[in-house]
Every structure is written in structure tokens, then in C-alpha cells.
T-cell receptor, first 118, second 113 residues
Framework: DADVTQTPRNRITKTGKRIMLECSQT?????MYWYRQDPGLGLRLIYY???????NKGEISDGYSVSRQAQAKFSLSLESAIPNQTALYFC?????????????????FGPGTRLLVL | GENVEQHPSTLSVQEGDSAVIKCTYS??????FPWYKQELGKGPQLIID?????GEKKDQRIAVTLNKTAKHFSLHITETQPEDSAVYFC????????????FGQGTELSVKP
């Protein structure tokens, strides 16, 4: 979805290097997410943020950190990259609504960043 | 923790045939079940979702069914076309977890002309 952009799209780095993946959105959504995709494992949640001051760990946050610089920007950092962090990384935003019954939400994903750690 | 199992991992059908992908979930409190389609080189895109207060939902050639008792839900694609070829993911979440989706492992669907 062009409303959610990720940079870079591809990145090769070496073990021990610090890298940052960036995500920007023009949808005006408060909620943003970082996922990791590995073959055969689906998408796993790394971190999520419900607003600029609310950041939470997901199921696989070890080795990662995030920064929510503004409503529209959510960055993921690998402080010291290791080979098993080689994966496809996705950012997503969502328009969470609670309308008196079961809540409604759609998550919109960016195009992904393919990361290779040598 | 909550788990979502998805089967099959790969599915090959002839154009025009139907395709069915099944998911089971472990958390009985889950109440929202979206399906995403991921085309090559792109991020997942929502194609249909279902909430726990209904048992079936249709949108043209795709439908989703939910069996809360058995804790499983399925995606049905009828009259498949080559452009349906993609990886499909199911997911589950519950309201009081505020949008934290637990994804299945994905199904790679191939529609042969």
C-alpha cells in the first residue's frame, strides 16, 4: 500500500553492525506495528505502538528496539545485527475502531524491507 | 501463548476449481479473524475478515466461515483464476488485545491455467 512506505527496501549488513529500518505512513493512523516474516513461520510481531507515547513489546522483541518519532513515523533498530535476524520486515498501521460491538480494525502493510545479515 | 495453525502450506489447483485453506486457533477469546493475501514482492493485503458474531461472510468469489465451537475458520475461493496465485495468511486477535494479530504460517496457492 503506497500510503505506508518503508526504507530501505533491501539491505545487506554485517554481523555486529547497527542498522535502522524506517516506516512512514500518510493514513493518519495512531497504531503502528513491526513484523518479521520468515519462511514457514508467517508474520511475527516485534513491537507495536498505539500512539507516540505508547510502545509495547511483541512476541519476538529481543535484539530489537523501536522509536516512534511522530504519529507518522515508526523506526525499527537492530542494535547489533546477527545472521538469524535475516528476514523480511514489514511495518503496518491500523485504523482501530470500537463501534459498540465486536471491534473493527484493518491493518495496512508496507512493501517490506529485505534484510540480509552476513 | 496463543497459536494459529494453518493448512495446507502449499496448494495447487486448476483454474476454475475451488480452493480451501483452513486455520485453527487456540485462544477461545479470539473474536476477529482476518485473511491476508501477499503477492510476490509486496506486503500482505486484507482480502476479507470475519468477526465472532457471524458464522460466514462472502465477498464475490471469496468466503470465510467460522466455527467458534471447534475454534477453526476457513477461506474459500471459488472459480479460481491465475491472479489468485499468492501466499495467503490467516490471523486471529481479540478486542482486549487491541489489534495484536497472531498469524498462521501461510499457504502458497498456485492456480494453473
Amino acid at each position: 500500500d503506497a500510503d505506508v512506505t518503508q526504507t530501505p527496501r533491501n539491505r545487506i549488513t554485517k554481523t555486529g553492525k547497527r542498522i535502522m529500518l524506517e516506516c512512514s505512513q500518510t493514513k493518519g493512523h495512531d497504531r503502528m506495528y513491526w513484523y518479521r516474516q520468515d519462511p514457514g513461520l508467517g508474520l511475527r510481531l516485534i513491537y507495536y505502538s498505539f500512539d507516540v507515547k505508547d510502545i509495547n513489546k511483541g512476541e519476538i522483541s529481543d535484539g530489537y528496539s523501536v522509536s516512534r518519532q511522530a504519529q507518522a513515523k515508526f523506526s525499527l533498530s537492530l542494535e547489533s545485527a546477527i545472521p538469524n535476524q535475516t528476514a523480511l520486515y514489514f511495518c503496518a498501521t491500523s485504523d482501530y475502531k470500537f463501534v459498540g460491538g465486536p471491534y473493527q480494525e484493518t491493518q495496512y502493510f508496507g512493501p517490506g524491507t529485505r534484510l540480509l545479515v552476513l | 501463548g496463543e497459536n494459529v495453525e494453518q493448512h495446507p502450506s502449499t496448494l495447487s489447483v486448476q483454474e476454475g476449481d475451488s480452493a480451501v485453506i483452513k486455520c485453527t486457533y487456540s485462544d477461545s477469546a479470539s473474536n476477529y479473524f482476518p485473511w491476508y493475501k501477499q503477492e510476490l514482492g509486496k506486503g500482505p493485503q486484507l482480502i476479507i475478515d470475519i468477526r465472532s458474531n457471524v458464522g460466514e461472510k462472502k465477498d464475490q468469489r471469496i468466503a470465510v466461515t467460522l466455527n467458534k465451537t471447534a475454534k477453526h475458520f476457513s477461506l474459500h475461493i471459488t472459480e479460481t483464476q491465475p491472479e489468485d496465485s499468492a501466499v495467503y495468511f490467516c490471523a486471529a486477535s481479540r478486542h482486549n488485545q487491541g489489534g495484536k494479530l497472531i498469524f498462521g504460517q501461510g499457504t502458497e496457492l498456485s492456480v494453473k491455467p
